[in-house]
């Protein structure tokens, strides 16, 4: 289960970040969302992961396989369009929360940057609101909204015909 808030962002924060984490990701259909993803930990191993997302907004069924570097390449290779590719960087928030924000497809006219937080319940996404060096960062909220996912930004933008 996934259970997470998302805003669409300008740039970084002015935090220190506790990890830098480089994707690549592809989908093979958007609803629901399956898709294939590389995680290499700055100066870290690599995680190879195909994963599979129901539909929903702050609450969605998620699940998450593993898969080796040559099923990945297979994989990688029944494509239809290229991989985005994701910086993220993860900083530490009050209650043992992250922040993570996500560069995408930074030397593409179409990129951008979200933030996103995961909680472990429902109620507690519900009323978290940011701390104060964040509430301006944080103000364009696109959670549950038509559009906003990763899978719909693949679609719009590789010519998925999903």
Same mark, same amino acid.
């Not at 093979?28 to 539909?55: H, M, S, W």
């Not at 910086?87 to 996103?116: C, I, M, S």
């Given at each position: 289960?996934? *259970?997470?808030?998302?805003?669409?962002?300008?740039?970084?924060?002015?935090?220190?970040?506790?990890? =830098? *984490?480089?994707?690549?990701?592809?989908?093979?259909?958007?609803?629901? &969302? !399956?898709?294939? %993803? /590389?995680? &290499?930990? @700055?100066?870290?191993? $690599?995680? +190879? *992961?195909? $994963?599979?997302?129901? @539909?929903?907004?702050? !609450? /969605?069924?998620? *699940?998450?396989?593993?898969? =080796?570097?040559?099923?990945? #390449?297979?994989?990688?290779?029944?494509?239809?369009?290229?991989?985005? #590719? @994701?910086? #993220? /960087?993860? +900083?530490?928030?009050?209650?043992?929360? =992250?922040?993570?924000?996500?560069?995408?497809?930074?030397?593409?006219?179409?990129?951008?940057? +979200?933030?996103?937080?995961?909680?472990?319940?429902?109620?507690?996404?519900?009323?978290?609101?940011?701390?104060?060096?964040?509430?301006? +960062?944080?103000?364009?909220?696109?959670?549950? #909204?038509?559009?906003?996912?990763?899978? &719909?930004?693949?679609?719009?933008? %590789?010519?998925?015909?999903?």
């Amino acid at each position: 289960m996934e *259970i997470e808030r998302r805003w669409l962002v300008n740039g970084w924060p002015e935090l220190e970040s506790s990890a =830098t *984490i480089f994707m690549d990701q592809g989908y093979f259909a958007t609803r629901p &969302a !399956v898709r294939v %993803r /590389r995680e &290499a930990l @700055k100066d870290g191993p $690599c995680q +190879y *992961i195909v $994963c599979f997302k129901g @539909k929903g907004g702050l !609450v /969605r069924e998620e *699940i998450e396989l593993p898969v =080796t570097a040559e099923q990945y #390449q297979s994989l990688t290779g029944m494509l239809t369009g290229p991989m985005i #590719q @994701k910086e #993220q /960087r993860r +900083y530490p928030l009050p209650g043992g929360l =992250t922040l993570e924000v996500n560069q995408v497809d930074k030397d593409l006219d179409t990129g951008f940057f +979200y933030a996103e937080v995961e909680f472990p319940d429902a109620e507690a996404a519900r009323a978290w609101n940011p701390p104060a060096e964040l509430a301006s +960062y944080l103000s364009r909220e696109t959670t549950g #909204q038509p559009g906003e996912s990763m899978a &719909a930004y693949w679609a719009r933008t %590789r010519h998925s015909s999903e």
